[in-house]
């Protein structure tokens, strides 16, 4: 009976959340709960991503499932993201592993509308590109909006459901890691448009819409970085990347994205690249870029005339 009264409060605390199911498997791959009770019991230890999960490996899988048994019962033709987080016993040894599914279909069907409408407006562009292009960050914005709050119920309430606070604050922040190239994708490709969109001949009204899509779309994507960093730091997991990465290629790529702001603002920008730095660096590629256009954005905002140098 205290089982099946855990099961309903999962259950009906993960209810209108995108988490569909929520499994927890022993160290032996048996099934010892699940919000679909018929699965308690199973063996499951064939299963290749549980296999790694039993390692202390975190693992994510993206698949499409035209049947599956989720909390409201069957569901049909849905995308699924399987997450699946070893948890640790006091000897640093793999007890347990939750297996979470959560529901990506309406976030990836949005995301491929997007796209399909983001090339009729390029393609339709003298028609109406202004309108178009100001509804689609508006929808963006609010789909990014509506996406973050039912991640943000679907980690609460997995908290809950698993009873410690350190293992849950775990999960919280590597589903969280996994998410942000879905979340972010919508809005790079908008970026993306909006600058190539500058090169072409525009009216001064089309130019100064699209001056403020990019400025919005810039703000909000750095919103979204800033809250996947909170989530991190919060949790006390928020570390560096140590990878091999072109130092010459983070500097171009970040002084590409300003490059067109200090133009329009008549400030030359320059860069001064020291022969003698090395070519390949091993560290955190993209906190490096994050700090760098942050210093070179403010140079570019509070410089009236003049030149912005940057020397590496």
């Avoid at 998410?179 to 909006?194: K, L, Q, W, Y």
């Avoid at 990878?243 to 994205?257: K, Q, S």
Wanted: charged fraction near 25%.
């Amino acid at each position: 009976s205290t089982s099946a009264a855990r099961a309903w409060s999962t259950s009906a605390a993960l209810r209108g959340s995108s988490v569909v199911k929520v499994k927890l498997f022993d160290e032996r791959g048996r099934t010892i709960y699940s919000t679909d009770r018929r699965q308690i019991g199973e063996h499951q230890g064939e299963l290749p991503a549980l296999r790694r999960a039993l390692t202390g490996e975190t693992v994510t899988a993206l698949s499409y499932r035209d049947t599956f048994s989720a909390l409201e019962g069957q569901v049909f033709d849905r995308d699924l993201l399987a997450t699946y987080l070893p948890l640790r016993d006091a000897s640093g040894r793999v007890a347990l592993v939750v297996e979470v599914y959560d529901d990506l279909t309406p976030t990836l069907a949005a995301q491929r509308r997007h796209e399909l409408r983001l090339l009729a407006l390029a393609l339709a562009l003298a028609a109406g590109l202004a309108a178009g292009l100001l509804w689609l960050v508006r929808r963006g914005a609010a789909a990014v909006g509506a996406q973050q709050r039912r991640l943000d119920a679907a980690h609460a309430a997995l908290e809950r459901a698993l009873a410690t606070a350190e293992q849950a604050t775990r999960a919280k922040s590597a589903f969280l890691a996994n998410m942000s190239h879905e979340i972010r994708t919508p809005m790079n490709a908008i970026v993306g448009f909006a600058h190539l969109l500058r090169r072409d001949p525009l009216s001064d009204r089309q130019r100064d819409h699209l001056g403020r899509i990019t400025d919005a779309s810039q703000h909000l994507l750095q919103v979204i970085n800033d809250i996947l960093d909170f989530s991190k730091i919060e949790a006390g997991k928020f570390s560096l990347e140590d990878g091999d990465f072109d130092l010459a290629d983070v500097v171009g790529r970040t002084v590409a994205m300003v490059a067109d702001r200090a133009r329009d603002k008549g400030v030359a920008l320059t860069v001064v690249l020291d022969p003698a730095c090395p070519a390949r660096l091993r560290g955190d590629a993209l906190r490096l870029g994050q700090v760098l256009l942050n210093l070179l954005g403010n140079a570019i905002k509070f410089t009236p005339q003049g030149r912005v140098a940057l020397r590496v």
